[in-house]
């Protein structure tokens, strides 16, 4: 008997009821893939040497749509790092 049959007995997960559980079992795995985005969003960044406008939005709305993740690092650094940035309403080449 596997190990989610011994647990559960011959009761089927229920995506609705066990969400916190689905959560929690695979948090480590969701972490890691928004990682694995957020490197390739800021590959795509870094690519042509140049950070603009809508590269910053970029970033911006991709931590806002991953905000459940935004205690895990390096989201939280990079957060941190982008809300200094754009304290002030203006980007210069030193904070870039």
């Known amino acids: 008997m596997g190990m989610f049959s011994s647990f559960f007995g011959k009761r089927r997960l229920d995506i609705d009821n066990d969400e916190q559980l689905l959560k929690t079992y695979n948090w480590p ?3 890691k893939r928004t990682i694995q985005e957020l490197h ?3 590959g795509a960044i870094i ?4 950070v603009d406008d809508n590269e910053i939005n970029l970033l911006k709305g991709f931590l806002s749509k991953c ?4 205690n895990e690092w ?3 650094e990079l957060n941190t790092i ?3 940035i754009l304290e002030d309403g203006i980007v210069t080449d ?3």
Do not use: R
């Open 29 to 31: 795995l969701m972490v």
């Open 40 to 42: 390739g969003i800021s």
């Open 47 to 50: 690519y042509d040497k140049i």
């Open 67 to 70: 905000n459940e993740f935004i």
């Open 74 to 76: 390096p989201l939280s």
């Open 82 to 84: 982008l809300n200094e």
């Open 94 to 96: 030193n904070e870039i």
